[in-house]
């Protein structure tokens, strides 16, 4: 194990909240693979205390970062869960498509079928802009159609348009040009980008 990671680790255990959050931060931007174990039993211990959602965000999307596959069942079992702080479901979303063993497309259309959360698909949303992926047009057609049945503003529509600078243009230029009625900043600048194809590297939480 990198020395690196020890002091880290050892944090992930430490009886201050804010002080395994920060280790759970420094975790994900680091996403080393062998972080993964310690990671999941920090969550584990974690999960039982609402008061501390933020570092459980933070633990979620480390164990993402660090592709741990092994934690996704008990991350599937927290996305069925009742949490207080919904931000959780947008890390939870976002980690099932880092770490779904099939195709990453068809867990995020999973999740917008199941519809168990909106904030899970936010977090699926947001893993396919990060990620970058490239759906096939009858999945744009699936995504789209879920952005579709959204207010002008909403935010899950956001990060659809943030995933669409590498698709097929014309699959996607209605849906673009409905979404050029909204009155948000961000919606404009990632607006811009998808028509121009250029990804920008955006920074959620």
Same mark, same amino acid.
């Given at each position: 194990m990198s020395s690196s990671l020890e002091p880290l680790l050892e944090d992930l255990r430490a009886k201050q909240s804010a002080k395994r959050r920060a280790a759970a931060k420094k975790l994900r931007r680091l996403a080393h693979a062998e972080a993964g174990p310690h990671l999941l039993a920090?969550?584990?211990?974690?999960?039982? *205390?609402?008061?501390?959602?933020?570092?459980?965000?933070?633990? /979620?999307?480390?164990?993402?970062?660090c592709?741990?596959?092994e934690s996704s069942p008990f991350i599937e079992e927290l996305s069925l869960r009742q949490f207080e702080a919904t931000m959780i479901y947008v890390a939870i979303g976002d /980690?099932? /498509?880092r770490l779904s063993s099939g195709s990453?497309?068809?867990?995020i259309i999973s999740l917008i079928d199941q519809a168990r959360?909106?904030?899970?698909i936010d977090g699926a949303l947001r893993a396919m802009a990060m990620l970058r992926l490239v759906p096939t047009e009858a999945e744009i057609l699936r995504v789209t159609a879920y952005a579709a049945t959204l207010p002008g503003n909403d935010g899950n529509r956001f990060w659809i348009i943030?995933?669409?600078?590498?698709?097929?243009?014309?699959?996607?230029?209605?849906?673009?040009? *409905?979404?050029?009625?909204?009155?948000?900043? *961000?919606?404009?600048?990632?607006?811009?980008?998808?028509?121009?194809g250029k990804y920008k590297t955006w920074r959620p939480l």
């Open positions: 920090a969550l584990k211990a974690e999960v039982s *205390d609402p008061r501390t959602w933020e570092t459980q965000y933070q633990m /979620v999307m480390a164990l993402g970062e592709g741990y596959a /980690v099932l /498509v990453k497309i068809t867990t959360h909106r904030m899970l943030a995933a669409c600078p590498g698709w097929p243009a014309k699959a996607t230029e209605q849906f673009l040009t *409905d979404c050029a009625e909204a009155d948000r900043p *961000d919606f404009q600048e990632a607006l811009l980008l998808a028509k121009s």
